[in-house]
C-alpha cells in the first residue's frame, strides 16, 4: 500500500475531537485505571522505566505525568559540542535549506515561511541554511532541551491540522510539518538565530514551555505572538545548552533552523538514526576544511 493511500483515512478522522477526548484522558485521575493505562502502554512500547527519576508507575497520578515524567540525574551526559540533540528519538531528515525550501520526504518539500507562520522576514534569516527534523516516538522522552545557549525572543502560536508525524505520514502529507499546529521558538544564540519549533499531532494533548506553561488547549484559531525581552511585554528568558525549554503531552516533533554558517553535522546522522538527548548534534566547519571546499567548487 502506498503511503498516499495509508494515511487517507487521516483526511477523514475528527482529529481535533480526538485530540480533545485523548487529552482529557490523558489528564484524569483514575487511579487503578490509569495505572493499568500506563503498565499496557510501557509493554507496547517497551518503555525503559529504569531511566526515569521515578520508575514505579503506580506512582504517577495522571498519564501526563507518566509521559512526561523526568529522567535519573545523568541518564543523560551532555557532549562537549557547539551544538547537542535535544530530544530522544531518531532522525526524520536534516541537511541545507535550500533556499527557502526544506526537504520534508522524497517529493515533498515545504517553506521556512510556511513553517513559521507566514513571517517571510523572520524566515529570511535561515535562507540556504541548515534544518534537523527530529521525530519523537511513544517510547521516548518527551521533554525537548537547548541544544545550545540561547535567549528567547519570540515565540508563536500558529493553529492547524493535527495529522499524525510518523514517518508513514509525513511521505504521505505534502507540507505536513508547516500544516499542523505547532508553536515556534526565536532564539538568539552564540552562533545566531536559532528557531526550534514544536510540531502538534493527532492526540498530542498539548505543547508546554517551561517559561509559559501549557500553551495549548485552549486551541486557537488565529497566529498569536509573544515577545520576550528587556523592552519587550514579557521578561527575559536565557536558557543554558541541556536546560529544558519545553514538552509534549504525548508525541511529536522537533524541527530547528539555523542560518548559513559553518555548521556540519555529525558524520552518524543520517535519515532514520535513532539518537539520543545530549549527544552531539553537529560541530563547526573547520576553517581549514571550508577553504578546501571553496577551492574545489566549480565556477
Same mark, same amino acid.
Given at each position: %500500500?502506498?503511503d498516499?493511500?495509508?494515511v ?6 475528527p482529529?481535533?475531537?480526538?485530540t480533545?477526548? %485523548?487529552?482529557? !484522558?490523558?489528564?484524569?485521575?483514575a /487511579? ?8 499496557? #502502554?510501557?509493554?507496547?512500547?517497551? =518503555? ?14 495522571t498519564?501526563?505525568?507518566?509521559? @512526561?515524567?523526568? !529522567? ?14 535535544? =530530544? ?5 531528515q536534516? +541537511? ?6 526544506i526537504f520534508q ?6 517553506s ?16 540556504? +541554511?541548515?534544518?534537523? @527534523?527530529?521525530? !519523537? ?20 502560536y ?7 508525524v510518523?514517518?508513514?505520514t509525513?511521505r504521505?502529507?505534502p507540507?505536513l510539518?508547516a500544516?499542523?499546529e505547532? $508553536?515556534?521558538?526565536? #532564539? ?7 528557531? !526550534? ?6 492526540? $498530542? /494533548?498539548?505543547m ?5 506553561? %501549557?500553551?495549548?488547549?485552549?486551541r486557537?484559531r488565529? $497566529?498569536? @505572538?509573544w ?6 511585554p ?6 543554558k545548552? /541541556?536546560?529544558e525549554?519545553?514538552r509534549f503531552?504525548? +508525541?511529536?516533533?522537533? =524541527? ?10 555529525h558524520?552518524?546522522?543520517?535519515? +532514520?538514526?535513532?539518537?539520543?538527548? /545530549? ?7 573547520p ?5 578546501t ?6 565556477h
Open positions: %500500500m502506498s498516499f493511500w495509508a487517507k483515512p487521516q483526511y477523514l478522522l482529529k481535533q475531537s480526538l480533545q477526548l %485523548m487529552g482529557r !484522558l490523558a489528564r484524569a485521575e /487511579g487503578a485505571s490509569t495505572t493499568r493505562a500506563i503498565a499496557w #502502554f510501557v509493554q507496547r512500547y517497551q =518503555v525503559n522505566m529504569d531511566e526515569a527519576a521515578e520508575p514505579d508507575i503506580t506512582k504517577y497520578s498519564f501526563n505525568a507518566f509521559f @512526561t515524567r523526568p !529522567l535519573k540525574a545523568g541518564a543523560r551526559p551532555l557532549a562537549s559540542a557547539p551544538w547537542i540533540c535535544p =530530544v530522544d528519538g531518531a532522525i526524520s536534516i +541537511g541545507p535549506i535550500s533556499g527557502d525550501q520526504a522524497k517529493g515533498h518539500r515545504y521556512t515561511t510556511a513553517l513559521l507562520g507566514g513571517d517571510a522576514h523572520l524566515a529570511g534569516q535561515f535562507a540556504n +541554511g541548515h534544518f534537523a @527534523t527530529i521525530y !519523537l516516538s511513544p517510547r521516548d522522552y518527551h521533554r525537548i532541551h537547548m541544544p545550545c545557549d540561547g535567549t528567547l525572543e519570540r515565540m508563536i500558529v493553529p492547524g491540522d493535527l495529522f499524525s510518523n514517518p508513514a509525513a504521505g502529507v507540507g510539518f500544516r499542523n505547532r $508553536v515556534v521558538c526565536m #532564539f538568539q544564540t552564540p552562533h545566531g538565530p536559532m528557531a !526550534l519549533v514544536l510540531v502538534g499531532a493527532t492526540i $498530542v /494533548g498539548s508546554a514551555t517551561v517559561w509559559h506553561g %501549557m500553551i495549548n488547549p485552549p486557537r488565529h $497566529v498569536e @505572538t515577545h520576550y525581552g528587556a523592552d519587550a514579557h521578561a527575559p528568558v536565557n536558557l545548552q /541541556g536546560d525549554m519545553g503531552l504525548l +508525541g511529536s516533533t522537533v =524541527v530547528l533552523l539555523w542560518p548559513q554558517q559553518d555548521l556540519s553535522f558524520a552518524a546522522w543520517t535519515s +532514520g538514526r535513532s539518537v539520543r538527548l /545530549g549527544e552531539v548534534m553537529a560541530t563547526q566547519t576553517a581549514s576544511a571550508l577553504h571546499a571553496t577551492a574545489s567548487t566549480p
